[in-house]
């Protein structure tokens, strides 16, 4: 499947004003995608001997970049059109294209230059500390920076200015409009279900087995196996590339016509790669559906991360963990490993994918309870952010949630509130994960509408209708529309939580045998 | 080896002009190295679907330098720096930068843009029918563009002015000061000692036994040696990456600190791979020793086209193919194709490396025919810039060339005037590479006098004394010094085609047999 189709957007060139939004954006994008390359560049391939040099290199890039979008004719430029452009005559793409631009100026210019170098500074030592920290699982190593942290961020907030809470101001810079008064419902809604779900599988008392996951799988057919897959969900490799990093990441250097992932190999379990595989794959086949037109601007790409986390998940959890999905991959599995799964079936190996257990690490939790951990975080940062609660406090704040939500409880630090690098950058990023799985349940509620015969397409390998569908209704339109638009446009519903609800409560009564 | 060492040059910083200039070399490297990273992308790894957008990206970021590099601002600075440096107080690194700053702002601003536009549109299409009319062998197809870049080339001379002859603005472009005066005896030479050497092998009855460099080479393990034969000769990874490409490069992102190169495999002949590996690592250890005082400079990377190739060939052709080298290296060549060399000797294997025999490409030559095919192309440069020869003469022109220094004629076209990309973008280049060779003997020659056991150091194995010794004489110099003065300063010589004629002789003397 080609990136360049019809396009679903046009923007009015022939109003001069807009024509020079576009060329300003374009320079802007050209950047910030050359910029976005010597990110997968250090990622993937760049030698330890280069990373001093690289750092000037990208701080050289990033002055330009500022100096840029600080420009006062873009802002002048950007006002006055976000005046017109409510009027008739313009299109939805020129809409999106002032706002994403008004707003990426407004946030360029709202932060004194000596605030974002203090940032970038603190996050450079705060990273270091925290690596130290969780290494000798030390608290105390840690909290200073997230003290210094946590002021910076209040600083930031109060300086972008908000009308609900602090916190809103923090979590608006990743997913556009989201508050605390949105959110706080929506979580509580997502913790009931969580904990009540994971109540019934712990009482199930049916147990999955996971044999099928577990093994020796030598990295090259890792690889290799991860390239199928990705191919198996439609990602073009024509338009991207797959490499190993650390830690598996999307990047596009201008999207939609160059999109890459990474992924990451465990010797001995396997869906540590695949899974990653598809899980980028998500978001890469989003990246890579965005209407040509769009290409060069700031609506080229996902519409949020909020969005974005929910292709992600979509093609993990609801096909990539289905049984319908590894009956169509089956031959490919069984290729590459022909001895291990010889005598495994694709329902089995559907079925360790989804096995649920409680556990410490966030990244490693299943989809049950992934959600848990999430919330936990939220309600930190805005007890942090909001509420100035004491830092000495977080670790047993942090234990005590874990104990009430997962019944769990972390032996050290490490394993506990020095588990995510996250904090040492600040804070409102973690709630777009779980509003990612919430935007894809309802996303993928749609699509078995429109195919009630859905398992049956995959069983057979077909997933080109998904993305065919997920793309007209949703990939093409990049940024042109706010998330909560978004959703409403491709599901015809407002977001809204139940679709996750009925989504989990659903599978897992179906993979532990419980009866509805 | 580490690209780290005590510095050797400094720059004035105190002296605010100074201090300005390098702030801009600073930012103008940052930008470049950025675009370097990205030509290297799309030369290793770029997805055929983004070759829109990369175009895109590099015309944006290249219209930046560009605006940067005429700022009027910069011209001020380097012009009164200029006189303010052949003073007292100024180091030799002072009058490195603003004599390379100097000369990089008056290139730029020389050309009006319109011409550079129509350059680079001009180079697109005559690319484009160079590879069809190579294709078809059908010269006419060329011919055109060829009429078209001969006009715009020499515009472009007559631009950037000249004292001597039309080429000479051209040569100085890759080559400081570079003229036809200085080449025309240097090559009168050239062409005698090889036409003299190439009849005496042919009249040698002697023949060289190269069944060892031929047979199966699977490319896993051709990658796997051209990596050792580079750890070899002192290449540091930790500072480099190698990759494959259609044609072997090096490129840098910011030298001495990353330093990559790329090799192309070639299944059944195992030379094409492992040369071009030390050809280009000979480059790269040239850009790894730079003085890291001189890192995001002008002076960064070698003094001019001519000085590289000289450490190139010196590395691949003095060095990589002596016995000596191989002897050294063999445990390697041994562990990675056990049963092709269990009974071959490493002299055997050198010996293979030096067949000598006249052929119609270019890349293909052997060392002692190799200048002559450099020399033909430069009597036809001069031919068409200078003396405005008619286009439709050149193939006749270059089949009798051929014919009367390498006695041989091409069949077709394709194997003769149009077998190099290189009159698509214009004149001026070839001259270097024999320069290098030149270089690159007389180089040499002092190495072997500062190491009388060079030839039993290598057969140890032991390339770090060589290493050590360019690097000290020549490598941390990096573009401080003019290519002449720079040879003069590593040898105590003036350049002399001498030690290149001497170096010649003696060698395939050896080869084939020859009593001196």
Known sequence: MS???????SFTTGDGRIAALLERSGELADLGAIGALAGWDQETAMPEGAAETRGQQFATLEGLIHQKLTDPE??????????????????????????????????????????????????????E????ARATSDFAVFAPWLVRTATLQREVADRYGFTGTRYDALMDLFEPDLTVAKVDPLFARVREISMRVLKK???????????????????????????????????????????????????????????????????????????????????????????????????????????????SRLWENAIGRSEGFWQGQWAAVRKVFP?????????????ALNHVEPSLIRVEADEVTYNLHIIIRYEMEKAIVNDNVAVESLPGLWNAKYKEYLGIEPPTDAEGVLQDIHWSSGFGYFPTYTLGNLYGAQIYASL?????????????????????????????????????????????????????????????????????
Chains 1, 2 share one sequence.
Not at 285 to 300: I, K
């Open 74 to 127: 873009l802002g002048r430029l950007v006002n006055e059109l976000n005046n017109a452009v409510s009027g008739a005559g313009f299109t939805d793409a020129d809409r999106g294209l002032v706002r994403q631009s008004k707003r990426e100026y407004d946030h360029a210019t709202k932060l004194p230059l000596g605030l974002v170098q203090e940032m970038a500074k603190v996050r450079t030592s705060a990273v």
């Open 201 to 311: 599988v712990q009482g199930s008392g049916h147990t999955v087995d996971t044999a099928s996951a577990h093994g020796s799988f030598p990295q090259a057919q890792q690889l290799q196996l991860c390239e199928d897959v990705l191919r198996g969900i439609g990602y073009d490799f024509s338009h991207g590339e797959m490499k190993q990093s650390t830690h598996p990441f999307t990047t596009s250097f201008g999207a939609p016509f160059d999109v890459r992932v990474t992924v990451r190999c465990q010797e001995d379990y396997l869906p540590a790669s695949i899974m990653a595989a598809i899980h980028e794959g998500g978001h890469a086949v989003y990246e890579q559906g965005g209407d040509p037109a769009l290409a060069r601007t700031p609506l080229a790409g996902g519409a949020s991360l909020g969005a974005h986390e929910s292709q």
């Open 339 to 351: 001895e291990k799964f010889a005598s495994v079936e694709p329902g089995t190996f559907a079925k």
């Open 448 to 516: 078995r509408h429109a195919f009630p015969d859905l398992d049956a397409r995959l069983a057979k390998g077909d997933t080109a209708f998904a993305l065919g569908w997920l793309r007209e209704h949703m990939y093409t339109h990049g940024a042109v529309y706010l998330p909560e638009d978004l959703i409403t446009r491709v599901t015809g519903e407002a977001p809204n939580p139940d679709f996750f609800a009925k989504y989990l409560d659903e599978k897992f009564s179906r993979v532990y045998g419980i009866a509805g």
């Open 3 to 9: 990136a360049k189709e019809t396009p679903t957007h």
């Open 129 to 132: 500390a925290w690596r130290k």
